[in-house]
């Protein structure tokens, strides 16, 4: 299996704040990643996908880059909004597709 | 719209189907996939359906695998998940989601439902 590794897992940040959140795959994988917000008690939500194609709605502080095994979820000015969980998840092979997690907190 | 059903509390080695009817997309174009979300921990991928063009097969994931089913009903736009001889550690939130998929048969996840609480304990 593949594993997903994000750095770091809690973040505490402002707003205004850059943010910027590291998912490392353990072989490559492309540009085969997506980024998912979750807040709490809400189901995932998708934000970016091949690593670096904003899903329709997302704002545009929201940006991904990377490929191969280092990729980037970076916020450019974090909005109250953004204080949640994310999760980066691999999709080039079936298996154990998602990182453990990047729990953004209020500073 | 995705909406998932037939959680709730099941004892070890019991058995639970889980429902997730669908609206708003033409179901039978898409895959869809479960996955899971223990209590106060990361996502897991349970497993996918492929779309009926690509042949209706499934994946699992390892640690289901054997002891879940995923189906659909085209007809209905549902998707359902058949879990069998179930384990505490099967204890999650149980989320369906819609599944795009690009060539080579890769999936990433666009739409979820809101989840369902399976609980297995005696």
């Known amino acids: 299996d593949i594993q997903m590794t994000q750095s770091p897992s809690t973040l505490s940040a402002s707003v205004g704040d850059r943010v910027t959140i590291t998912c490392r795959a353990s072989q490559t994988i492309s540009t085969w990643l997506a980024w998912y917000q979750q807040k709490p008690g809400k189901a995932p939500k998708l934000l970016i996908y091949?690593?670096?194609t904003l899903e329709g709605g997302v704002p545009s502080r929201f940006s991904g880059s990377g490929s191969g095994i280092e990729f980037t979820l970076t916020i450019s000015s974090l909005q109250p909004d953004d204080f949640a969980t994310y999760y980066c998840?691999?999709?080039?092979?079936?298996?154990?597709?998602f990182g453990q997690g990047t729990k953004l907190e209020i500073k | 719209q995705l909406v998932e059903s037939g959680g709730g509390l099941v004892q070890p080695g019991r058995s639970l189907r889980l429902s997730c009817p669908t609206s708003?997309?033409?179901?039978?174009?898409?895959?869809m996939s479960w996955v899971r979300q223990s209590p106060g921990k990361g996502l897991e991928w349970v497993g996918l359906?492929?779309?009926?063009?690509?042949?209706?097969?499934?994946e699992y994931g390892a640690s289901v695998k054997g002891r879940f089913t995923i189906s659909r009903d085209d007809s209905k736009s549902i998707a359902y998940l058949q879990m069998n001889s179930l384990k505490p550690e099967d204890t999650a939130i149980y989320y369906c989601?819609?599944?795009?998929?690009?060539?080579?048969?890769?999936?990433?996840?666009?739409?979820w439902g809101q989840g369902t609480l399976v609980t297995v304990s005696s």
């Open positions: 091949e690593a670096s």
């Open positions: 359906i492929r779309s009926k063009a690509f042949g209706a097969t499934a």
């Open positions: 989601a819609k599944s795009m998929t690009v060539p080579g048969s890769k999936y990433y996840f666009d739409y």
């Open positions: 998840q691999q999709y080039y092979t079936f298996g154990k597709t």
């Open positions: 708003g997309f033409t179901f039978s174009a898409y895959a």
